[in-house]
């Protein structure tokens, strides 16, 4: 059997990676036109980082797991085809800025259609919009050159969080297979549920109908992202009310109907998914004259904008209502801790916000590049999600500095904003930083990760989310 994968990205890479190395007797071929990207992928610098990832790799690489720009050879060969591409929200046109652009994933299905020569099982593992499945088999179908050949379309939603993607894919708490209620696609679904069937028990490989499947995608995005809003939300009350939200999420986790995951109240949720899902869902909704659950729905993501919007009003409003001139490090770029993935992060929102006010924001993460800092806060929104999309021209750089290190960037800083929950930041002398810093020197806590307690000692004004507000920051007006 052979597999190929059209799209060598953070889905892409590390699922075919971890099928080649659990199934020695499958050849598997991830192919992109993205020529640098390949490259690095054949390297020992791979494009993205992930906990794990480049031991996978580099385990089954050049065994049974290739990474090729020759897209015509392999897919013409293969028995299954991934496709991994993007499905990023419209920016122009009917939907935009709410349903998702299909014209990576049409593209991928005509290619397949004009090299196949045999019958071949096409597998959705880019996140779409219910009813694509129908969509794409009538452009395989009609595109198709070859008398006898059929396509057998199955959904097979990725579940995977990124920086431990890789956990993830070695033990799931499911793997989902949807595909059509036929003979031939009861078939297909056996045939790829075989591969998985090599290192995951079968009773967690579920089966359901094709636009279940689908469906259950955006769905499960959509419930993790209201519960970080919700208690997002809650933090607001909290600061307003002198409660404490970690308490609450605490109070509130330990009931076993609620449970203590996607809890923890943050500046706000970022990733490649759960924005783009919930517009995608809310669309569909609109779309069927359900308007009632598109609203419902579109609060999860105006509920993260009000997140990301109160912290920067935050921070303006503590430093005497001016942040013009000031330097203030950022600590964190990436979405979430251990990966280098930037895409919807709430750091973008935030350092914009800062810097229209004519703040001067030194930026440092551990794991993201300065082009890919620079490119992010240039590009319009939705762009990020397009192949190739070009660093462009933007005055908000000129007040944009990346730091080599965590002291670089405190060094004359007026405030430290923690804006990504990694485990390095907790153990910085913050002592050492604070010396560095003008005074008031103030610590805005994005991720609840530090000793406020210990910071306060230092001499640091400290803005907690969600928790009782310092004395220095409360306003009396009475």
């Given amino acids: 059997m052979k597999i190929a994968c059209i799209g060598a990205g953070y889905v892409g890479g590390p699922t075919m990676a971890m099928v080649a190395l659990k199934c020695p007797d499958i050849e598997v071929v991830v192919v992109d036109i993205n020529e640098e990207r390949i490259n690095a992928w054949n390297s020992d610098k791979l494009p993205i980082y992930e906990p794990g990832l480049f031991e996978v790799v580099k385990e089954a690489r050049g065994r049974n797991l290739f990474f090729s720009t020759d897209t015509k050879k392999h897919i013409g060969e293969a028995d299954i085809v991934f496709v991994s591409v993007n499905t990023p929200t419209k920016s122009t046109g009917i939907g935009a800025g709410k349903a998702a652009d299909l014209t990576y994933w049409e593209g991928a299905a005509r290619l397949i259609a004009s090299v196949s020569t045999s019958s071949k099982i096409v597998v959705e593992k880019s996140t779409v919009p219910v009813k694509t499945a129908e969509a794409i088999g009538k452009v395989l179908q009609r595109n198709c050159a070859t008398p006898g050949v059929e396509f057998e379309i199955l959904s097979n939603p990725e579940f995977l969080a990124e920086g431990t993607a ?127 659950v598109a609203e419902y729905w579109y609060q999860v993501v105006s509920m993260n904008d009000y997140q990301k919007q109160r912290f920067v009003e935050r921070i303006i409003s503590a430093m005497f209502n001016t942040v013009s001139k000031k330097k203030i490090a950022i600590y964190g770029f990436a979405f979430k801790k251990d990966t280098g993935d930037t895409r919807e992060t709430p750091a973008i929102d935030v350092c914009k916000g800062l810097i229209r006010d004519g703040a001067k924001c030194s930026i440092y993460d551990p794991e993201v590049t300065p082009e890919q800092i620079f490119r992010d806060l240039s590009a319009p929104k939705f762009e990020w999600d397009r192949p190739n999309y070009s660093r462009s021209a933007s005055h908000m750089l000129e007040n944009v500095q990346v730091a080599p290190d965590a002291t670089a960037a405190a060094e004359g800083a007026h405030a430290i904003c923690i804006l990504t929950e990694w485990d390095a930041f907790k153990a910085y002398d913050y002592q050492a930083l604070y010396d560095k810093m003008h005074k008031p ?37 009475s």
């Fill in 166 to 292: 890789i956990e993830d894919l070695r033990h799931p708490d499911r793997v989902l297979i949807g595909g059509a209620d036929t003979v031939s696609g009861r078939k297909a679904i056996e045939t790829l549920a075989s591969v998985y069937a090599h290192w995951i028990p079968r009773e967690r490989i579920l089966t359901a109908n094709l636009w279940s499947a689908e469906l259950a995608k955006l769905t499960a995005n959509a419930f993790l992202a209201q519960r970080i809003s919700s208690i997002n939300a809650i933090s607001a009350l909290c600061e307003a009310t002198g409660a404490d939200v970690q308490q609450v999420a605490h109070a509130i986790g330990t009931d076993s109907r609620i449970g203590p995951k996607f809890l923890n109240a943050s500046v706000g949720f970022g990733g490649s998914c759960f924005q783009k899902d919930i517009l995608n869902l809310s669309y569909v909704c609109e779309s069927v004259g359900l308007k009632e």
């Fill in 441 to 477: 020197a103030f610590i805005f806590d994005g991720r609840n990760i530090l000793d406020h307690a210990k910071l306060r000692e230092t001499g640091f004004i400290v803005y907690a989310l969600g928790k009782p507000l310092d004395p220095f920051l409360q306003k009396n007006y």
